[in-house]
């Protein structure tokens, strides 16, 4: 009977036909990145492809952030962030926006059991100005229930840019320079990311982004300077555990450089 070459022998040549418990054990035999990000991109052509209303993508797109939540606390992750709504994404129309913030409360809240019984701490990043106030309500007391959990770290990007972000570490820091407190030839790297809502979270080592885009529309600009990036065309509804642990897989299989040779 012929034997089956070891799992990492077969990795280049098979992870598209690796199945979800195979793919597991694989990526959980080698060293398992920190932090993941990723861009849950795609909903409203997963719906419209199917001759459904933008929204049903969105619900789906639920679903796919709690199999890949349990995907990665599965796979030992220390920090998973998912953008879920961008400063850019209120230029939609109003019934969508407003169906992706009762969306957003809903499932959350929803989530409570889940997340307590897995010991996953929810934190949100992104500015709470604009978002109406039984949401933020909502978010805060999920928040405030799992914040003594000490698995894996959710981090919500919701109504979160980049750019603002780094609007408000520069305020801080000015601030501490008119008051005396800091020199603005001795502001350094540490001072600008202790500025950043992700002041205590290690930088993402991975990004992934679904449906195709290649752009990282207003994400963690500071905080991916050296992540590595993986695309794929698989729109987000679709995506699922088993497309973590092959992005995953792919990620181990690259050379981090950060600039040396
Ligand atoms: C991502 O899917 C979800 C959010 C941005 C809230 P989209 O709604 O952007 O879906 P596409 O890109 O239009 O297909
Ligand atoms: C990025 O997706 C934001 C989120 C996934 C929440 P968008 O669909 O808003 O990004 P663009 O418009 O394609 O750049
Ligand atoms: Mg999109």
Not at 47 to 60: D, I
Request: aromatic letters at 6%; glycine letters at 8%.
């Amino acid at each position: 009977m012929a034997v089956k070459p070891p799992l990492i022998a077969r990795l280049s040549t098979d992870l598209a036909t690796l199945g979800e418990p195979e793919l597991l054990d694989l990526v959980r035999s080698r060293p398992v990145p920190q932090h993941v990000a990723v861009i849950m991109d795609g909903n409203g052509r997963w719906a419209t492809g199917r001759g459904l209303p933008r929204v049903a993508g969105h619900r789906e797109g639920v679903k796919a952030a709690r199999a890949v939540t349990r995907a990665a606390d599965a796979l030992g992750l220390r920090y998973l962030t998912l953008y879920a709504f961008s400063t850019e994404n209120w230029s939609r129309p109003v019934q969508e926006v407003s169906m992706l913030m009762s969306l957003l409360e809903r499932s959350i809240h929803d989530e409570l059991p889940e997340l307590m019984e897995r010991n996953v701490r929810l934190r949100v990043i992104g500015r709470t100005e604009g978002v109406p106030a039984p949401v933020q309500r909502g978010i805060n007391h999920v928040v405030r229930e799992t914040a003594r959990n000490s698995g894996l770290t959710l981090l919500m990007a919701f109504n979160y840019g980049g750019r603002d972000e780094l609007l408000d570490a520069v305020r801080s820091l000015a601030r501490r320079v008119a008051l005396g407190e800091l020199k603005p030839d001795e502001i350094c790297e540490r001072d600008v990311s202790a500025g950043l809502y992700t002041r205590d979270v290690p930088d993402p080592d991975l990004l992934i982004r679904t449906s195709g885009e290649m752009r990282v529309s207003n994400f963690l600009l500071w905080q991916i300077a050296y992540t590595e990036l993986c695309f794929t065309p698989t729109l987000w509804p679709d995506f699922g555990p088993a497309d973590l642990y092959r992005a995953v897989a792919e990620f181990q299989g690259r050379t981090r450089r950060f600039g040396g040779v």
